[in-house]
């Protein structure tokens, strides 16, 4: 199958993107012709700074390699190196409405937080996401809950290019992982975890042991002393217990039984030690990683926009003959 997916260059990388995202990604590159991608072009509809984002994609590129994403199996490259997405993009903007636009959940969170009036990127961002996808005739995309939304929005703009110009793409599906599509955050599990969140609130995929301690030290808990899975009742252990699960690689009913009358304490101790140990190699390749970053990482990012390059180039040609634009 063929899979794509993405996580912008902004930010540190969290065990929420870990969870939600990368370990999918892992996991489906030994069967599947994956691309992963490192989107720039959508980070830049949010402030950002052009000479922190240039540094920010390389090392996304290695968070990727470093977290375990094999550029012998699967192709990774940035978006902006691809020019045909931004093209597909403008195709697409002519059969979307505006109204599903504004009804995006993303949307609304991140206009909403803006002093000023958003700009049009943050209201077509998703039909660039839908040009990502699209584009290489996509058919799974592993991402987080929050992700969904645009993944929905994706199909629906592809069914009706195809019902309009004739059939063109592949109908996506997203993937979601069965526990951890939405890692919440450590300091208010009502919020899920991320980049721009409070500090605390997300457990960076480098940070080192004592922060990792101090973090899930001060992480809020529930009433009472009992670890169960219960996300309604007991929001911040059931997250926790998740996190746990998915560091141990087994089940949380597995860890329910593991943890059967420890208390909150000693399953922070436990948590902070599965963390530590979990995260320590990906520091460890990263370090190494750093060094090559010149030489290496530029060679794997300039290879797969090349793999890339070759797939886009020709599907773009078929977009067009359809749209009447070539004969
Ligand atoms: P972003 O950080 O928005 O670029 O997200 C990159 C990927 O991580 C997307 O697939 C998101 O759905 C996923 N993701 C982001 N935050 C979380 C979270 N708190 N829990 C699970 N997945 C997440
Ligand atoms: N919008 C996604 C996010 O914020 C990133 C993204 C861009 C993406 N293009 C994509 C994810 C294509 C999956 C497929 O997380």
């Given at each position: 199958m063929r899979i794509f997916s993405g996580i912008q260059p902004t930010g540190e990388i969290h065990i929420g993107n870990y969870i939600g995202a990368i370990k999918q990604w892992i996991k489906l590159q030994n069967e599947n012709e994956c691309i992963y991608c490192i989107v720039d072009l959508h980070?830049?509809?949010?402030?950002?700074?052009?000479?922190?984002?240039?540094?920010?994609?390389?090392?996304?590129?290695?968070?990727?390699?470093?977290?375990?994403?094999?550029?012998?199996?699967?192709?990774?490259?940035?978006?902006?190196?691809?020019?045909?997405?931004?093209?597909?993009?403008?195709?697409?903007?002519?059969?979307?409405?505006?109204?599903?636009l504004e009804r995006m959940t993303q949307y609304k969170e991140k206009s909403k937080a803006k002093k000023k009036r958003a700009n049009a990127g943050l209201l077509n961002y998703p039909i660039l996401q839908a040009a990502d996808i699209l584009l290489y005739d996509t058919e799974l995309v592993p991402v987080g809950e929050?992700?969904?939304?645009?993944?929905?929005?994706?199909?629906?703009?592809?069914?009706?290019?195809?019902?309009?110009?004739?059939?063109?793409?592949?109908?996506?599906?997203?993937?979601?992982?069965?526990?951890?599509?939405?890692?919440m955050s450590l300091k208010n599990p009502k919020n899920k975890m991320s980049k721009s969140g409070k500090k605390g609130n997300a457990i960076s995929?480098?940070?080192?042991?004592?922060?990792?301690?101090?973090?899930?030290k001060s992480a809020v808990?529930?009433?009472?002393?009992?670890?169960?899975?219960?996300?309604?009742?007991?929001?911040?252990?059931?997250?926790?217990?998740?996190?746990?699960?998915?560091?141990?690689?087994?089940?949380?009913?597995?860890?329910?039984?593991e943890l059967e009358g420890v208390s909150y304490k000693i399953f922070k101790e436990k948590l902070t030690e599965v963390l530590v140990e979990s995260l320590a190699p990906f520091r460890k390749k990263r370090k190494e990683l750093e060094k090559r970053r010149e030489v290496y990482v530029e060679e794997i990012l300039s290879r797969g926009a090349k793999r890339a390059n070759a797939l886009a180039s020709s599907k773009i040609v078929e977009v067009r003959r359809k749209m009447g634009l070539i004969n």
């Amino acid at each position: 199958m063929r899979i794509f997916s993405g996580i912008q260059p902004t930010g540190e990388i969290h065990i929420g993107n870990y969870i939600g995202a990368i370990k999918q990604w892992i996991k489906l590159q030994n069967e599947n012709e994956c691309i992963y991608c490192i989107v720039d072009l959508h980070a830049i509809t949010s402030d950002y700074s052009p000479e922190e984002l240039k540094e920010s994609i390389i090392n996304t590129a290695i968070v990727y390699l470093a977290a375990g994403i094999d550029p012998e199996r699967a192709s990774v490259f940035v978006q902006s190196e691809v020019k045909e997405h931004t093209e597909l993009c403008w195709y697409l903007n002519t059969v979307t409405s505006i109204g599903e636009l504004e009804r995006m959940t993303q949307y609304k969170e991140k206009s909403k937080a803006k002093k000023k009036r958003a700009n049009a990127g943050l209201l077509n961002y998703p039909i660039l996401q839908a040009a990502d996808i699209l584009l290489y005739d996509t058919e799974l995309v592993p991402v987080g809950e929050d992700q969904k939304q645009h993944i929905e929005l994706s199909r629906d703009i592809a069914k009706k290019f195809n019902k309009h110009f004739g059939k063109t793409f592949k109908i996506p599906k997203a993937k979601l992982p069965e526990k951890g599509a939405r890692i919440m955050s450590l300091k208010n599990p009502k919020n899920k975890m991320s980049k721009s969140g409070k500090k605390g609130n997300a457990i960076s995929l480098f940070d080192d042991p004592k922060t990792i301690e101090e973090k899930i030290k001060s992480a809020v808990t529930d009433t009472d002393n009992k670890i169960c899975y219960d996300p309604k009742n007991k929001p911040a252990i059931s997250n926790l217990l998740v996190i746990y699960s998915e560091f141990k690689n087994q089940t949380v009913k597995e860890s329910e039984k593991e943890l059967e009358g420890v208390s909150y304490k000693i399953f922070k101790e436990k948590l902070t030690e599965v963390l530590v140990e979990s995260l320590a190699p990906f520091r460890k390749k990263r370090k190494e990683l750093e060094k090559r970053r010149e030489v290496y990482v530029e060679e794997i990012l300039s290879r797969g926009a090349k793999r890339a390059n070759a797939l886009a180039s020709s599907k773009i040609v078929e977009v067009r003959r359809k749209m009447g634009l070539i004969n």
